[in-house]
């Protein structure tokens, strides 16, 4: 095995405490949906034991998302496979259109608000504000919530998936006009109130660090062979520890972001290693992964490519 892919897995499975069901979520995410968002329980049993997740630990938190409603059983005589929910799948679809962008997206320069202008309890506000800003939305207090780009009626059918729907009536969505003509704070000033953005770049140079020496080592021994099994071990990861990144990420166009903004050499190192690792990382999933009746889910299209080969981005120097 590579030495540094090596030490990321080991690193990994010292850890004093997984959270396996944040893990499963990505397995879901990365590897199950373009499968048909499916996996018979055991599969899923024997893909995650070589990080160290026991079979009590995985059914355990597949029970739990199946109660938080992420996932559902379908059951096959004794076997049983877990399918992503409605509500699942969106969510797994809008994350997706983040995790695998080529690049920021472009900005129309109007903001998104949501403003709260009906009662809410101090319950019913956290889990909004939890869903909101699972979908990038920064919070100006406690009342109003803002993003430069998302499609409102976009979010107002998430927060009904996520079992919002009574809240619905307490929130009112605005498109605020341009803001080069707009008489309001800056720009620079509202993204500085809704988001912390220096936390943010640390964590992401903190993610280059993580992964660029490995980079270092596939680039340097070209000829080196990634075994099957490792390959889909350290995709998990990468895209466990990006994905992380991204739920704190509001996705701001690159016309609001700092000089030098990390994220970009975060969204570089993670393109580039994915791409080294998907085909024999596939290969692992076809020799594994399974349905309750035993064959094997074909990779399909699910309407989002992994890190198009033909966006303009270069890859990072060494």
Known sequence: MIPAIQHRLDRFRQQQRVR????????????????????????????????????????????????????????????????????????????????YASHAPLWDRRWRLILVVGELSPREREHLRQALAWQGFGSL?????????????????????????????????????????????????L??????????AEAYAGFVAEYQPILAELRHHRSARIEPQEAFLLRV???????????????????LLPTGWSGQAARLSCRELYR????????HLDAVMRLADG???????????????????SVLPL
């Open 295 to 313: 064959s094997v889910p074909a990779a399909q299209a699910d309407g989002f490519e992994r890190f198009p080969v033909d966006d303009p981005l």
């Open 141 to 189: 207090g406690g009342d109003c919530f803002v993003h430069p780009s998302t499609g409102l009626e976009t979010v107002f059918d998430a927060l009904a998936a996520e079992g919002l729907q009574g809240l619905l009536g307490s929130l009112l969505p605005l498109l605020a006009a341009d803001s080069r003509t707009a008489r309001s704070a800056s720009d620079a000033d």
């Open 191 to 200: 993204v500085e109130r809704a988001w912390n953005l220096d936390r943010l």
């Open 276 to 283: 080294r690792l998907e085909e024999p990382s596939e290969w």
């Open 20 to 99: 396996a069901g944040s893990l499963i979520t990505t397995v879901f995410g990365d590897a199950v949906l373009p499968r048909g968002g499916r996996i018979w329980l055991g599969s899923l049993i024997q893909l995650l034991e070589p990080l160290g997740l026991s079979e009590r630990l995985v059914r355990t938190s597949v029970f739990r998302l199946a109660k938080e409603q992420w996932l559902r059983a379908d059951a096959h005589g004794r076997r049983a496979d877990y399918v992503l929910t409605a509500a699942g799948q969106l969510r797994f679809e809008e994350a997706s259109r983040h995790i």
């Open 237 to 255: 990861l990468l895209i466990h520890d990006y994905r992380r990144l991204l739920l704190r990420d509001p996705g701001l166009p690159e016309v």
